[in-house]
């Protein structure tokens, strides 16, 4: 947790002592002041990881069931099997007695018998692979989150960039001040510097797309970049169209990984009405989606 230091008193008494400037005084409490908002930030983010712990702990317990009860499944079927087959073996002995017709019945009944074993070996290699592969699928993406937090560990700090896992998916939020000058879409240097660090991690999980979020706050372009964004919503495009093609060409990420989507102020996930929720709301955000589930 951020401690905020008593720059006001001390402030005050060089204040009186005449050493510092007026202007110096305001300075130095506004920082205080960035400093107690950065906290704050800081902390409302921290207790927002740890609702998303929670709720991978319950998704995870609600798996864990769902493997259980495909478990009572399968031993379910396996004994209306050895039941089955039971019964065939009776009704072997008391068709193969009666009539020629009654082998035909015989002959299908075996074959359903044959084809409810297949199944059963079928459900329970498939149970098997999907819990390896889950798990292999939750430790890369455990991987890959500790990689993130380790490399982007300042930018985290000081609260320009929040990462999370939730269902699955993987995100990236990076505030805008980091990436882009107010209103532009190019990258600017330092932006260029944290996503090369991102980017060599993200291209190390090859079987995962990667969808780029662009995000602006609800005030308006102003008239001056009006011709080349008429509005927030190609402002947020262009400038996760940027990024996408920053993955692509300076790190290799295959574009058949990657996509675009541009959401203007539509889906804040701040209060735009004081300065602290807009500059949340004007972001980036990278997720790393679920694997798709093959045809």
Aim: aromatic letters at 4%; glycine letters at 6%.
């Amino acid at each position: 947790m951020l401690r905020v230091f008593p720059f006001i008193p001390l402030l005050m008494l060089v204040l009186v002592a005449g050493c510092v400037s007026k202007a110096d005084y305001q300075r130095a409490i506004d920082e205080s002041a960035h400093l107690a908002a950065a906290r704050h930030e800081l902390e409302r983010d921290y207790r927002q990881l740890l609702d998303q712990q929670q709720q991978l702990a319950r998704q995870y317990d609600q798996r864990i069931a769902q493997l259980e009860e495909a478990g009572r499944v399968k031993e379910s079927l396996r004994q209306d099997l050895f039941r089955a087959g039971t019964d065939v073996e009776r009704l072997e002995k008391i068709l193969f007695e009666r009539s020629a017709s009654a082998g035909a019945a015989l002959s299908e009944m075996r074959q359903t018998v044959d084809q409810l074993e297949r199944r059963v070996r079928d459900l329970t290699l498939e149970l098997e692979r999907e819990q390896e592969a889950r798990q292999i699928r939750i430790q890369e993406l455990q991987s890959t989150y500790d990689q993130l937090l380790e490399k982007m560990e300042s930018e985290i700090e000081r609260g320009e960039i929040t990462i999370s896992e939730l269902q699955g998916q993987l995100t990236v939020n990076l505030v805008e001040r980091i990436l882009f000058d107010s209103g532009q879409a190019d990258l600017k240097t330092a932006g260029i510097q944290v996503l090369d660090r991102v980017g060599d991690i993200l291209k190390q999980i090859a079987d995962r797309e990667i969808r780029v979020e662009g995000h602006t706050d609800n005030i308006p372009i102003s008239p001056r970049l009006q011709e080349t964004f008429p509005s927030n919503w190609e402002l947020s495009t262009a400038r996760a169209t940027n990024v996408v093609h920053f993955l692509q060409q300076r790190k290799g990420i295959s574009g058949e990984r990657l996509s675009v989507a541009g959401f203007g102020p539509y889906r804040p996930i701040a209060d735009n009405a004081t300065p602290a929720g807009r500059a949340q709301n004007r972001r980036i955000q990278i997720i790393l989606l679920s694997p798709r589930t093959a045809p």
